[in-house]
């Protein structure tokens, strides 16, 4: 039987003989402790977030062919996709025609939607009355054309030929009334057109009334550009668009293409006003 000896007083140990153990390192238990729980809580941490993995890669696999349901689909993920009217779950990634249907209660409820025939409801006065209307054409510009000279009298179709009258009844003040238009071979000029429709052109270098038959040189004979005439302010002088330097003129209060120049005798006779319409 081991004799018990008392371990010596650690008090003074250069009195009784005792000396500490340095076969080992101080602080060695507690290092391996240290260690120890670092393994531990590493291990912890490779095993959590392998846990973790495992049920996406489940869910990844159960998604291909069916729906998770609400348990399944954990982890944080929020779906704001809206619910069919059936209350089934549409797959993600798919489009539902039944949910759009459902989703737009505007179109399934329109009478085209539906089939239906029942007729579109008339549109409420307040509706109507503020659709914009049509702007009305501008009257066509009449003009008559009066003499300079003899002011009394003025432009008048009679058996086709313009003449130069006095005006009298309805029927006269009718034929001496005309639409102005942009001339038919220039728009800046113009061409005269009578009540029933006829054109005032120049033929043999008289005027008269004519049917447009379509031809260039109608178009040419009916087109006069205006110029301000050097007799008398305000009024105008009637050159022909084919026949530069000659003018519309009265002689013998017959009207007629004659040549201008300052060598020409009454020159009075080729200025005209344009007044308003007599018609």
């Given at each position: 039987?081991?004799?018990?000896?008392?371990?010596?007083?650690?008090?003074q140990p250069w009195e009784n003989g005792w000396a500490p153990d340095t076969s080992r390192a101080p602080g060695t238990r507690r290092?391996?402790?240290?260690?120890?729980?670092?393994?531990?809580?590493?291990?912890?941490?490779?095993?959590?977030?392998?846990?973790?993995?495992k049920p996406v890669d489940d869910k990844s696999e159960a998604g291909q062919g069916q729906t998770l349901s609400d348990d399944e689909?954990?982890?944080?993920?929020?779906?704001?996709?809206?619910?069919?009217?059936?209350?089934?779950?549409?797959?993600?990634?798919?489009?539902?025609?039944?949910?759009?249907?459902?989703?737009?209660?505007?179109?399934?409820?329109?009478?085209?939607?539906?089939?239906?025939?029942?007729?579109?409801?008339p549109a409420s006065p307040a509706a109507s009355s503020t659709t914009k209307p049509s702007t009305p054409k501008p009257a066509a510009?009449?003009?008559?054309?009066?003499?300079?000279?003899?002011?009394?009298?003025?432009?008048?179709?009679?058996?086709?030929?313009?003449?130069?009258?006095?005006?009298?009844?309805?029927?006269?003040?009718?034929?001496?009334?005309?639409?102005?238009?942009?001339?038919?071979?220039?728009?800046?000029?113009?061409?005269?057109?009578?009540?029933?429709?006829?054109?005032?052109?120049?033929?043999?270098?008289?005027?008269?009334?004519?049917?447009?038959?379509?031809?260039?040189?109608?178009?040419?004979?009916?087109?006069?550009?205006?110029?301000?005439?050097?007799?008398?302010?305000?009024?105008?002088?009637?050159?022909?668009?084919?026949?530069?330097?000659?003018?519309?003129?009265?002689?013998?209060?017959?009207?007629?293409?004659?040549?201008?120049?300052?060598?020409?005798?009454?020159?009075?006779?080729?200025?005209?006003?344009?007044?308003?319409?007599?018609?």
């Amino acid at each position: 039987m081991p004799d018990n000896k008392s371990r010596p007083s650690q008090e003074q140990p250069w009195e009784n003989g005792w000396a500490p153990d340095t076969s080992r390192a101080p602080g060695t238990r507690r290092l391996w402790l240290a260690g120890g729980l670092a393994v531990a809580t590493i291990v912890a941490c490779v095993t959590a977030i392998a846990l973790n993995d495992k049920p996406v890669d489940d869910k990844s696999e159960a998604g291909q062919g069916q729906t998770l349901s609400d348990d399944e689909t954990g982890g944080g993920l929020i779906s704001f996709a809206t619910p069919s009217a059936s209350g089934s779950t549409t797959p993600t990634g798919k489009k539902s025609t039944t949910a759009s249907a459902s989703a737009s209660p505007k179109t399934s409820s329109s009478p085209e939607a539906q089939g239906s025939s029942t007729p579109h409801a008339p549109a409420s006065p307040a509706a109507s009355s503020t659709t914009k209307p049509s702007t009305p054409k501008p009257a066509a510009t009449q003009r008559s054309v009066r003499s300079v000279n003899y002011p009394d009298r003025y432009w008048h179709v009679s058996g086709g030929l313009v003449k130069l009258d006095q005006v009298g009844g309805s029927e006269s003040r009718e034929d001496s009334t005309f639409t102005v238009v942009k001339g038919l071979a220039d728009s800046s000029c113009s061409t005269f057109v009578t009540a029933d429709g006829r054109y005032l052109r120049h033929r043999d270098f008289v005027l008269r009334a004519e049917r447009n038959d379509g031809s260039t040189l109608f178009k040419q004979d009916a087109t006069f550009c205006a110029v301000p005439s050097s007799y008398s302010s305000g009024a105008v002088m009637l050159e022909s668009v084919n026949y530069p330097g000659r003018f519309l003129r009265h002689k013998n209060f017959a009207l007629r293409l004659d040549a201008y120049g300052y060598g020409s005798n009454h020159r009075e006779d080729f200025s005209f006003n344009l007044v308003d319409g007599l018609a």
